[in-house]
């Protein structure tokens, strides 16, 4: 399933390809929704200011539960049948079983390009 969607923006001041990217006020925390890959470019452009790359660390966590991959710069994820278009909890998943999850579904989605002819079909939701 696609993971980004129209109106998916709430927050003012918007990053392209990273939604409702917001900083927790007085730390220097940083939230957003799952971003594309030119997003997490344009977030750490915002963060690091004009010393990206930045000499020191940063922590990125994807507090995602459901697997996810990257199809032409673009996050998908493998979104349980019941679950989409709102929020998949899906209960007591670690890192393990999402980094299996996920090399799985990278596996189930290079099958279906070769079995269609190079092309993945993906679905797009908004729930109204």
């Known amino acids: ?3 980004h969607f129209d109106n998916i923006q ?3 001041d918007p990053i392209p390809g990273c939604p409702n990217f917001r900083r927790i006020p007085g730390y220097k925390v940083y939230c957003c929704g799952q971003p594309t890959v030119s ?3 344009a977030c750490l452009a915002k963060v690091c200011g004009e010393t990206y790359p930045k000499d020191g660390k940063i922590v990125w966590l994807n507090l995602r539960q459901e697997p996810s991959v990257y199809i032409n710069g673009e996050p998908i994820c493998a979104r349980p049948a019941n679950k989409i278009g709102e929020y998949a909890e899906l209960g007591d ?3 393990d079983s999402v980094k299996a ?3 799985e579904f990278l596996d189930v989605c290079k099958a279906r390009v070769e079995e269609n002819g190079g ?3 993906v679905v797009d939701i ?3």
């Open 39 to 41: 997003g997490f470019e």
């Open 93 to 95: 998943v670690t890192r």
């Open 126 to 128: 908004s729930k109204v």
């Open 119 to 121: 092309k993945l079909k």
């Open 1 to 3: 399933m696609a993971d």
């Open 10 to 12: 709430k927050l003012p």
């Open 101 to 103: 999850d996920e090399l």
